[in-house]
């Protein structure tokens, strides 16, 4: 019996410390897990943080790539706009010196027909001025084409119109050619221009050209100018293949 009763209280302490590993063998295997989690999450974290940094260096050259592009193309931009700015300016002063240039031509017009209007009036108190060729101009053309401009004058005292044809001929020793006009005739009452081309026969060089005024007076009016041949215009008309040739004929 002592023997018995001095071995229970061993024998209970046994029992009890394996009913507590017993009891917390699910505390330890928790333990073990959460241990074993926090490594592996802490590695995964910092793999993931290794990569991020790797893909941010990449991300970081091309932004600085795309961002030296912009800057370029902004600079490219920035010069076009300069540009067109100075042409803007250019052009606003251009128009502003137009602009400037037409006034004052209509300024001159308008005081040149007051001075024609007055000479005339003097002219018209005086007698008047007869039908007359004031001035005849020959402007040489590409392609043996010639360009005339003729003005034709009159002042009549009792400010009536006159009216009649005219004929422009090239004189070359014997030879005479007649110059073809589209339009011959006149009508005006204190001053008319005509103006119209022609194309000179090859090998033809007059010596002079004449104006023949009828109609407008009881006795023709006619006019004879040396020919003078000046540097040919650079500009080619479109319509120069259209004009038509001088036609000879008998004097």
Do not use: C
Not at 96 to 102: G, H, I, P, S, Y
């Amino acid at each position: 019996m002592p023997n018995t009763e001095s071995n229970t209280p061993s024998q209970q302490t046994t029992l009890s410390k394996k009913l507590f590993a017993k009891g917390n063998l699910p505390l330890a295997i928790g333990a073990a897990i959460l241990v074993a989690g926090s490594g592996l999450l802490g590695y995964s974290v910092g793999h993931r943080q290794g990569l991020t940094v790797v893909g941010y260096e990449a991300d970081a050259e091309q932004l600085v790539e795309v961002v030296q592009k912009q800057k370029a193309s902004l600079e490219t931009l920035n010069k076009n706009l300069n540009l067109a700015v100075q042409e803007r300016d250019v052009a606003v002063s251009n128009s502003n010196d137009l602009f400037t240039a037409l006034n004052q031509a209509r300024e001159d017009k308008v005081q040149a027909e007051g001075l024609g209007a007055i000479y005339r009036e003097v002219l018209r108190q005086r007698g008047g001025l007869s039908l007359t060729i004031q001035n005849i101009g020959i402007k040489p053309l590409p392609d043996n084409a010639y360009e005339y401009q003729l003005d034709l004058v009159q002042v009549s005292p009792g400010k009536r119109s006159t009216s009649g044809t005219v004929e422009i001929r090239l004189i070359q020793g014997t030879e005479v050619l007649v110059v073809p006009m589209e339009d011959k005739n006149f009508n005006f009452q204190d001053y008319e221009r005509l103006t119209g081309r022609w194309t000179m026969p090859k090998g033809f060089t007059p010596q002079f050209i004449e104006v023949r005024l009828t109609g407008g007076t009881s006795t023709p009016v006619t006019k004879r100018f040396s020919w003078g041949r000046g540097k040919p215009i650079e500009s080619q008309s479109a319509f120069i293949s259209e004009i038509p040739q001088a036609e000879a004929n008998a004097q």
